[in-house]
């Protein structure tokens, strides 16, 4: 289905006399129109064209829903990316719940966001589906929350075990990280926890790649000498960074696994990762300081937030300079 222009603005204008906000709308959408290209705008206005025609269905799920999509236009990778047979599969992951009485209460708009993630995942890998619909609603009868929407999803994708670092929100995850989750849980062994191979044509991605190794010389390598890092000198720096390899070397770990994320704390949303033991599950996160494509400083992270959710961990090991 095409839609010309004045197609469009008429599914805009009934979105908005269905919303409980209205002028949080406008505000979202003319945010929206600065960003979008007008093939985009089409894609988003089948979508709300889908809730359009069914808010007497479920006008709880509708409000929420409506705002979590035009964010998902701006923010989300699996959105902005998705197929024309990935969207009509989302659309068929709705129509399989939207009437659901369990869904026939109201709820917080990061629920919705929850649901509107685990259908762009249905949409990319619904063929994957192991159990009904009928089945996995049955693990949100009692509420809607990041826990039962995670049991959900396992109840539709997961069988048997399922990597011991699996998410409790599934739907922050990257393409990437997706990929690899999925393909993880297709295959019934662990790839989340094999090495990852890159390409390494980036400081920055050379210096993520050797923490994942743990190869202090490579790392020394592509630091600059010219800058501190956790306010100390490099030689410094690092000799305190092999004293946490070696922790997790004694742990076990043959390599870590790098999960992207931002600090949550005293420099929020500055960017980073936490690696983790690919048998102990210990972990360090890391604040990578980027400036022109150049790292000009690390250091630890007390309080990091991972992109992909929350991971099941265990011992927060630190670089201990005196900064700390």
């Not at 906000?21 to 929206?32: A, P, T």
């Not at 009437?99 to 929850?114: E, V």
């Not at 592509?222 to 070397?249: G, W």
Request: proline letters at 2%; aromatic letters at 16%; charged letters at 25%.
């Amino acid at each position: 289905m095409s839609l010309n222009l004045t197609e469009i603005e008429h599914i805009v204008a009934k979105t908005e006399e269905l919303v409980v906000n209205k002028q949080f709308l406008k505000v979202l959408h003319n945010e929206s129109n600065y960003v979008i290209n007008h093939t985009f705008k089409i894609r988003l206005s089948k979508w709300l064209k889908f809730f359009n025609d069914r808010y007497n269905l479920n006008y709880y799920i509708y409000s929420n829903t409506i705002y979590v999509l035009f964010e998902a236009c701006l923010q989300n990778e699996l959105f902005k990316n998705q197929t024309e047979h990935e969207f009509e599969q989302s659309l068929c992951f709705y129509d399989k719940i939207i009437n659901h009485p369990y869904l026939k209460n109201p709820f917080h708009f990061n629920h919705a966001k929850q649901i509107l993630g685990l259908a762009l995942i249905y949409g990319k890998y619904g063929s994957m589906q192991i159990n009904s619909f009928k089945d996995a609603l049955e693990k949100i009868k009692t509420e809607i929350s990041e826990n039962t929407l995670h049991d959900f999803f396992k109840c539709l994708f997961v069988k048997g075990e399922y990597p011991i670092l699996f998410p409790i929100n599934p739907t922050q995850f990257n393409e990437s990280e997706l990929e690899l989750l999925m393909n993880s849980i297709a295959s019934k062994t662990n790839l989340i926890n094999q090495k990852s191979k890159y390409e390494l044509n980036s400081q920055v991605k050379a210096i993520k790649y050797f923490f994942e190794q743990m190869d202090i010389e490579m790392i020394d390598a592509f630091l600059s000498d010219e800058y501190t890092y956790q306010n100390s000198e490099k030689k410094e720096f690092l000799y305190e960074l092999s004293l946490v390899f070696e922790q997790f070397q004694e742990a076990g770990d043959a390599y870590l696994i790098a999960f992207e994320g931002t600090c949550n704390s005293c420099i929020k949303g500055k960017f980073g990762y936490t690696f983790v033991g690919n048998v102990s599950h210990h972990y360090i996160s890391i604040i990578f300081d980027i400036k022109d494509d150049k790292i000009v400083d690390l250091y630890d992270c007390a309080s990091f937030k991972n992109r992909i959710g929350n991971l099941e961990l265990n011992k927060k090991l630190n670089i201990n300079l005196f900064n700390l």
